[in-house]
């Protein structure tokens, strides 16, 4: 009986879709927002000199050049994302990529388009959504937008295919990266129907992997792990301070309402033993006129 790996572990994710372009194609017709009539019909991986210099915020795992049945071409930049600022970062790398196209001497209209394509194992948002496609837009007309960069988010935990009206691909695709992982034992028959599918699910096979790879597979689930644990140790301590200087600050400013109540009190009681309001405001340390608003909500 074959054993699997997870398509989200990157060194997985770029065998599968970082050297079967047929396979990328597939998957990429199914996910994005692309229009209607807008099929991509070939590709071709980027050099890896598009990379930026600052390698700490390069996580991109396949980038490739689409080309589509209108002879339109344009980038998409695919990530695998687990970090709390990964918007950040998404956002760094499309826009480096968009830049990176123009060679000295060339003119702004050989730009091409980037779509930037993030799958997320974790949650980003409260929203019940789960795929999320952004671009620039008018603030007064939304029907008016550039669409040279755009981002796309995907939160796979969100995913549930019984709950949304879409092109079989995208649901089959989308259960692929979902449900299938080392506990996988028996594949359901309906990702065989599709070819791209069946190979891409062959290529999980733990027995096509070199026990360097699976080395640096178990590495690579070690290093999101401790990411997600340093995260979560974070979020919590952040949780306990703030929790911590809101408790003070409510004891501050229950204090100090308290106060306030005393004193009132002390005014009323002295208005009520017949005390002039000036002499009144000097012992309550009061300007006159506190003092008379005070008297002034008295039954």
Same mark, same amino acid.
């Given at each position: 009986?074959?054993?699997?790996?997870?398509?989200?572990?990157?060194?997985?994710?770029?065998?599968?879709?970082?050297?079967?372009?047929?396979?990328?194609?597939?998957?990429?017709?199914?996910?994005?927002?692309?229009?209607?009539?807008?099929?991509?019909?070939?590709?071709?991986?980027?050099?890896?000199?598009?990379?930026? #210099?600052?390698?700490?915020?390069?996580?991109?795992?396949?980038?490739?050049?689409?080309?589509?049945?209108?002879?339109?071409?344009?980038?998409?930049?695919?990530?695998?994302?687990?970090?709390?600022?990964?918007?950040?970062?998404?956002?760094?790398?499309?826009?480096?990529?968009?830049?990176?196209?123009?060679?000295?001497?060339?003119?702004?209209?050989?730009?091409?388009?980037?779509?930037?394509?993030?799958?997320?194992?974790?949650?980003?948002?409260?929203?019940? #959504?789960?795929?999320?496609?952004?671009?620039?837009?008018?603030?007064?007309?939304?029907?008016?937008?550039?669409?040279?960069?755009?981002?796309?988010?995907?939160?796979?935990?969100?995913?549930?295919?019984?709950?949304?009206?879409?092109?079989?691909?995208?649901?089959?695709?989308?259960?692929?990266?979902?449900?299938?992982?080392?506990?996988?034992?028996?594949?359901?028959?309906?990702?065989? #129907?599709?070819?791209?599918?069946?190979?891409?699910?062959?290529?999980?096979?733990?027995?096509?992997?070199?026990?360097?790879?699976?080395?640096?597979?178990?590495?690579?689930?070690?290093?999101?792990?401790?990411?997600?644990?340093?995260?979560?140790?974070?979020?919590?301590?952040?949780?306990?301070?703030?929790?911590?200087?809101?408790?003070?600050?409510?004891?501050?400013?229950?204090?100090?309402?308290?106060?306030?109540?005393?004193?009132?009190?002390?005014?009323?009681?002295?208005?009520?033993?017949?005390?002039?309001?000036?002499?009144?405001?000097?012992?309550?340390?009061?300007?006159?006129?506190?003092?008379?608003?005070?008297?002034?909500?008295?039954?």
């Amino acid at each position: 009986m074959p054993r699997y790996l997870d398509p989200k572990s990157d060194l997985v994710f770029k065998k599968i879709f970082g050297h079967h372009p047929n396979v990328l194609q597939d998957f990429l017709n199914a996910i994005l927002p692309l229009p209607p009539d807008c099929v991509i019909e070939s590709l071709i991986y980027l050099p890896s000199e598009s990379v930026p #210099e600052i390698t700490a915020l390069k996580y991109s795992i396949v980038d490739v050049r689409c080309f589509d049945n209108h002879g339109r071409h344009f980038i998409v930049e695919m990530q695998l994302q687990w970090t709390s600022d990964f918007i950040k970062r998404m956002l760094f790398n499309t826009a480096t990529t968009y830049a990176r196209q123009l060679k000295k001497g060339k003119s702004y209209e050989h730009l091409s388009p980037v779509y930037g394509v993030a799958l997320l194992d974790t949650t980003f948002s409260q929203e019940q #959504e789960w795929f999320h496609h952004y671009r620039m837009t008018n603030a007064h007309d939304e029907s008016k937008s550039l669409e040279d960069i755009q981002l796309v988010l995907i939160e796979l935990p969100k995913f549930k295919p019984t709950s949304i009206t879409t092109k079989r691909a995208t649901v089959l695709w989308l259960r692929f990266l979902k449900e299938i992982n080392e506990k996988t034992e028996v594949v359901d028959p309906s990702f065989l #129907e599709v070819d791209s599918i069946k190979e891409a699910i062959s290529l999980l096979e733990i027995a096509s992997y070199s026990e360097a790879e699976l080395l640096a597979y178990d590495k690579s689930w070690d290093a999101v792990s401790s990411e997600r644990t340093l995260f979560s140790g974070k979020y919590k301590e952040g949780l306990a301070q703030g929790l911590a200087q809101g408790e003070a600050k409510g004891l501050a400013q229950g204090e100090a309402k308290g106060k306030e109540e005393e004193k009132k009190r002390f005014v009323i009681s002295m208005h009520r033993s017949g005390l002039p309001l000036e002499q009144i405001a000097q012992i309550a340390e009061l300007s006159q006129n506190q003092v008379h608003c005070i008297i002034e909500l008295l039954p």
